[in-house]
């Protein structure tokens, strides 16, 4: 089975596998390893490498739009002063930042996360621009961009807007380097230093959000780039709570069959599903799937299973599965994320789904949700 698309994101989704059994297997590596050690700093560095890796494959997801998205009304003020904290962090000591808010401001309907990581990739932006150190600011207003402002930037249609606006003191662009700033992969960057992701992804968020996102710079004088949201007159959405950490995982000792066509992941699930306690049958396709269940006579509490495997997919051996074992639940696993299946109908709406790359400790805690799920 292909998703459609899948030969865009074919690398991405290869990725994804190899990462997942890069960093489960360090996660297990590392866990044998004395503290302070030359070997456990040679595995946290690989472990460093491999997340940067994982980071690049999230804003390639990102920029491409099959990141899923959860847009709620929300108050950018709030947004802002609750991230300040960390950006400031983020920015470092050398740099200034300053914040001024407009009192009260519109309401804007965003996906929060992704606003955050517009701040942060604008943040980071105007880090690089100011090596020596300097100013950034952060500054929100209600707007109204009339006809004036459409006819000289296109695609605008006029009406009232909440704008986010960063700028910084560094080193500014010339008109050559503003003119590719949000092309994908374009970087002024020392190599090593950036993907030239950072602002394509800014530019792909902002514009999902039917905002539009533009930069005014100089050489010499600083950058400043203007967000502009449209604003709503819907009331807040109630009840964000920050993430926080989640429960320890633990084992069972259920029957689970695991079908995964990588041999790298398959190895890696086996053995932490089986270290936790966990009875596991495994298979490298829909075919040796259903042989190991006909071999098994006792049941089987869960079918771990990767969406696109070579002969059958995953939904097609689940629901061949079902029909000789009413009540098995199912786990879905794939390199595609979750929005992106559900949405080409591969997988119904409500699955239980796992996005890779993950860690054994993600598998895991979702395995028992899944187990003990009503």
Not at 25 to 49: S, Y
Not at 56 to 84: G, H, I, K, M
Not at 247 to 265: F, H, I, K, R
């Amino acid at each position: 089975m292909v998703l459609p698309g899948a030969s865009s994101a074919g690398s991405r989704t290869s990725l994804n596998h190899g990462l997942t059994a890069i960093l489960g297997h360090l996660e297990l590596l590392r866990a044998g390893l004395a503290a302070g050690t030359q070997a456990a700093r040679d595995a946290d560095a690989i472990r460093q490498a491999a997340e940067r890796a994982a980071d690049l494959t999230r804003q390639l997801l990102a920029f491409s739009r099959q990141q899923p998205r959860r847009p709620r009304v929300l108050d950018l003020n709030q947004v802002v002063r609750e991230f300040e904290s960390m950006l400031r962090r983020l920015i470092g000591e050398d740099v200034e930042v300053a914040c001024l808010l407009a009192e009260p401001l519109g309401r804007v309907e965003a996906d929060r996360s992704q606003l955050e990581q517009v701040l942060m990739n604008l943040a980071v932006n105007a880090r690089d621009a100011m090596p020596e150190g300097g100013k950034l600011t952060i500054e929100t207003a209600n707007v109204e961009l009339d006809e004036t402002y459409t006819r000289r930037h296109s695609g605008v249609t006029p009406g009232a807007y909440v704008m986010l606006a960063v700028s910084d003191t560094g080193i500014g662009m010339d008109a050559e380097t503003r003119a590719r700033i949000f092309e994908p992969f374009f970087t002024t960057k020392e190599p090593g230093r950036g993907t030239g992701l950072g602002l394509a992804t800014a530019y792909g968020i902002v514009r999902q959000s039917k905002g539009h996102i533009w930069v005014y710079s100089e050489p010499g004088r600083g950058s400043t780039f203007k967000v502009y949201l449209p604003r709503v007159e819907a009331p807040l959405s109630t009840g964000y709570e920050p993430e926080t950490a989640p429960a320890p995982p633990g084992g069972g000792t259920e029957t689970l069959l695991l079908v995964e066509d990588d041999p790298g992941v398959r190895r890696l699930l086996e053995r932490v599903l089986a270290e936790h306690g966990y009875r596991v049958l495994v298979a490298s396709d829909g075919a040796q799937a259903l042989a190991a269940a006909e071999r098994h006579p006792e049941t089987i509490h869960l079918l771990v299973t990767d969406v696109v495997l070579p002969g059958m997919s995953g939904p097609e051996l689940a629901q061949a599965l079902l029909a000789r074992r009413p009540g098995l639940r199912t786990l879905y696993l794939s390199g595609y994320p979750g929005r992106a299946v559900v949405r080409h109908e591969v997988l119904p709406e409500g699955a239980s789904f796992l996005s890779k790359p993950f860690r054994p400790a993600d598998v895991l805690r979702r395995v028992r949700e899944v187990l003990q799920a009503p």
